[in-house]
């Protein structure tokens, strides 16, 4: 009985682990955008109680608590990593944060088309993939936010420079 469930375990570490290298491999790797960079792009996009704000690529869930938190937002999270997933689920769950909903899913094959704003911090790769979903994808309007990499070929409403580690970039779905 007991090896049984050792053995468990270690299927379970080793899932947990192959789909974190995963999400770094088709996505981004595990980093956290600054909080004062989250709170200036939702600034930005003045974002208003009850609009739809997803996270590609929810990590912890920490934008998600900010969009909550701070501006009443409903919000949804995209993860790969089973163990930031739930750690996500924790962290939303613990502060209270009602309105949202953590997704064990590749963003790529999510359906975006309803988002009133969309946060990512991937990678140019990653920008560049989602730049062709987004464009069949998202309704008019949506404003999106990419923390330190730009959509290629897309103009920005706003850059804003200087004051964080990565620039904010800022678009308004034509
Ligand atoms: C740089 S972190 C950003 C975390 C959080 N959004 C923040 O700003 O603090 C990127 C996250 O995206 C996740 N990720 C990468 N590719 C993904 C994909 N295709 N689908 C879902 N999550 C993905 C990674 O596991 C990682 O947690």
Do not use: H
Request: aromatic share 14%.
């Amino acid at each position: 009985m007991l090896s049984i469930l050792l053995l468990l375990l270690i299927i379970s570490l080793v899932v947990i682990a192959m789909m974190s290298i995963y999400s770094f491999y088709i996505g981004a790797p595990i980093l956290f955008s600054p909080k004062k960079a989250t709170m200036k792009s939702l600034q930005i996009c003045q974002a208003k109680p009850n609009e739809k704000f997803y996270d590609l690529g929810a990590g912890t869930g920490r934008t998600m608590l900010i969009a909550y938190k701070k501006f009443g937002l409903n919000t949804y999270g995209f993860e790969l990593s089973p163990a930031l997933a739930f750690m996500a689920k924790y962290n939303l769950w613990i502060n209270g944060v009602k309105n949202s909903t953590i997704y064990l899913k590749n963003f790529y094959n999510a359906n975006l088309s309803d988002a009133d704003i969309i946060f990512c911090f991937l990678t140019p790769k990653a920008m560049l993939r989602l730049k062709n979903k987004f464009e069949k994808e998202l309704k008019t309007g949506t404003r999106i936010i990419s923390y330190a990499f730009n959509i290629p070929d897309w103009t920005p409403e706003k850059i804003i420079i200087n004051s964080y580690p990565g620039k904010i970039y800022y678009y308004l779905k034509k």
